[in-house]
């Protein structure tokens, strides 16, 4: 099996999940996505299975794997627990990152403030966040983040997509972030990941509203 194939399965899944071309409650049948890939069922299957882990698809009837209907207090639930695990590695690494590690925030920061594609910023954006919790130094907290980040990162890069000034928004709220992590200032870092965390979930349940 081609993991690159599960892999092209999973983000084209995912991408329509999030931009809301598959609806909650949709099927998901390997026997069809296997043939619209034109793949065996085996990478289909574990594209689901990492669906069904980043929480955007679930067992239906008779263990049918069908399109995740995510309740809105749940994607509140979801967001609250990653803002404040990653504002407590946020303020770990304003007390923690070298200074190499800041200049290459500072890098990366600068880099998403001349961006104006949604897509190439959601990148920068993940980049932004993985040196902010790589200089927290913390493995647990980190690999906790990690599973909230596979839950959380698509919507939030949906965000960049369809809501016109998120993405300054969130140029804006890098930069308090960095500044605050530049300043060795852990409370306010902390502070300002958790505001930066619940913006972009607001930004989604606007979205989401939009959508009926």
Partial sequence: MSTRTAETIYTTLVDDIIAGRM??????????LAEQFGVSRTPVREALQRLEQANLAERGARRAVVVRRMAPEDLAELFEAAGEIESGLAALAAQRMSE????????????????DDPVVYAEV???????IKTGARNAMLAATLEDMNLRTLSWRAANFHEDSGRLAASKAEHRAIAEAILAHDAETTRRQMRSHVAAAFMALSDTLSRRG
């Fill in 23 to 32: 609806a909650p409650g949709a099927p998901l049948v390997e026997t069809t």
């Fill in 100 to 115: 190499i590690e800041r200049r290459r925030l500072v890098a990366v920061l600068d880099e998403g403030e001349g961006c």
């Fill in 125 to 131: 954006n993940a980049r932004f966040h993985d040196i």
